[in-house]
């Protein structure tokens, strides 16, 4: 099946920093999901998008909606350790019944 | 308080035997999924389910099997003719306004 590409693959960085990481597609999506997966844990939901140039706030958590709807970016602001875990993008197909997931982005924080 | 539980959360496993997995929801959701993860890898759709009584092949079906007999629940088995069975299971279910997928806390099964 088609896989998004979500990049960097890993990050690790230092406590304070910003982190920005993306998801591209050759297919157009309706809405985007991220999710953040800590370990051994299933993925928890993170923030939705649903229109293209959409942009979304959770916290310090920033996500946007590309305009052409085939990426879509996530933004962590002044990163804290309970950050570290695995950030997962998908994309929901036209039907609203089957997600794409990305292949996800390790982050490590330094204390 | 609604969500969805998976049990157990650590199964083991002889090769060449079955095991159903265990997944329930109370969130009233009418779809449900099952999802496959390796270690390192995103996730890959087994099997879902968007009503009671049907069910469709995800991307790796193959070894699997499921039931949905109720709408809280949808097992899945791990059949002996899956070749490479050691992995952690999710499973999820869809919100049907919003159409956002939630998932359970994960069965991380071995097979050895």
């Known amino acids: 099946g088609q896989q998004l590409n979500q990049s960097p693959q890993s990050m690790f960085i230092q406590e304070g920093e910003d982190v920005s990481m993306n998801c591209t597609s050759s297919?157009?999506?309706?809405?985007w999901l991220w999710y953040k997966q800590d370990p051994g844990e299933g993925p928890v939901l993170l923030i939705a998008?649903?229109?293209?140039?959409e942009l979304t706030s959770n916290g310090r958590l920033t996500a946007q909606f590309g305009i052409t709807r085939k990426d879509s970016f996530l933004n962590i602001s002044a990163s804290i350790p309970s950050d570290v875990g695995i950030y997962f993008c998908a994309g929901l197909n036209n039907a609203g019944n089957m997600l794409t997931f990305g292949g996800g982005t390790r982050l490590m924080v330094k204390p | 308080d609604g969500g969805i539980t998976q049990s157990p959360k650590y199964l083991f496993r002889k090769e060449g035997q079955n095991v159903t997995l265990s997944c329930e929801q109370n969130l009233n959701h009418d779809a449900m999924y099952w999802y496959r993860q390796d270690p390192g890898q995103g996730l890959r759709l087994i099997y879902y389910s968007q009503i009671v009584n049907d069910f469709q092949k995800g991307d790796i079906a193959e070894g699997y099997s499921v039931s949905r007999e109720k709408k809280e629940s949808f097992p899945l088995t791990v059949t002996s003719a899956q070749k490479n069975p050691t992995a952690f299971y999710l499973c999820?279910?869809?919100?049907?306004?919003?159409?956002?997928?939630?998932f359970g806390p994960g069965t991380r099964l071995t097979v050895t």
């Open positions: 297919s157009i999506f309706n809405t």
């Open positions: 999820a279910s869809r919100d049907r306004i919003s159409y956002e997928q939630y």
């Open positions: 998008l649903y229109k293209a140039g």
